[in-house]
């Protein structure tokens, strides 16, 4: 089976903080992606990365940034946290570059600003 | 951008009753899937069909496309207390070379014991 995992279910940080997420899955995946889920707006795509070092910007990448050092780790960073950017962040992950297959997602954090 | 949109956002059956949701999309699509998210948890994947197929199968789940509509239903069969979730539908673009999903903003789902 697929294994996703982030590294926190719950994270609380202060404003101005810098915070890093983490994602590792195990399955050899080429694409990984990361969203923040809000209610009544869905998921959203903040950034994906299709290999190692690279990245493309997804629908809300403004106040994130990421890195992908190693095929199996995709990192999401908060430069400078704020209260908006309390969310649910879900990583994921999918086969094949130029072709949307299914993605295999983390269990999520909960990231509070205060 | 939101594409898909499910419809309705909130819905709550007796168990054994049949559960039907919808999505509806905007623009053409190589694909679409379906996923479950339990609350506070991941997503996760329940059944892809592509453009080129009408219906699908998978257990109690039944899947139907219809792309002049650009709409598509999941029908899950005999529902259980476990089916509690929320149920989105992501489309995937008809441009190869492009690897991102769009998700709906998902229907709510309570199974009645």
């Known amino acids: 089976d697929v294994k996703v995992t982030q590294s926190s279910r719950y994270l609380v940080k202060r404003t101005g903080e810098k915070v890093f997420l983490e994602c590792v899955q195990d399955m050899d995946h080429e694409n990984m992606f990361w969203y923040r889920q809000d209610p009544g707006l869905g998921l959203r795509l903040i950034y994906f990365s299709y290999d190692v070092k690279m990245k493309e910007k997804g629908d809300i990448p403004e106040g994130y940034s990421v890195s992908r050092e190693k095929k199996e780790r995709f990192s999401l960073i908060l430069e400078s946290a704020s209260t908006n950017q309390t969310s649910m962040y879900l990583c994921a992950s999918s086969f094949y570059p130029g072709q949307t297959y299914e993605q295999y997602f983390g269990p999520g954090t909960r990231l509070t600003v205060t | 951008s939101q594409q898909g949109e499910e419809d309705p956002q909130a819905l709550s059956i007796q168990e054994g009753e049949n559960a039907t949701m919808n999505c509806s999309y905007k623009?053409?699509?190589?694909?679409l899937q379906w996923y479950r998210q339990n609350s506070g948890r991941g997503l996760v994947h329940l059944i892809l069909?592509?453009?080129?197929?009408r219906e699908k199968h998978s257990g109690r789940l039944r899947v139907t496309l219809d792309t002049s509509k650009k709409s598509s239903s999941l029908l899950i069969t005999a529902s259980r207390a476990a089916d509690t979730a929320s149920y989105f539908c992501a489309t995937g673009p008809v441009n190869f070379g492009n690897e991102k999903l769009t998700f709906g903003t998902g229907t709510r789902l309570t199974i009645i014991p």
């Open positions: 623009t053409s699509i190589n694909n």
């Open positions: 069909i592509r453009s080129n197929e």
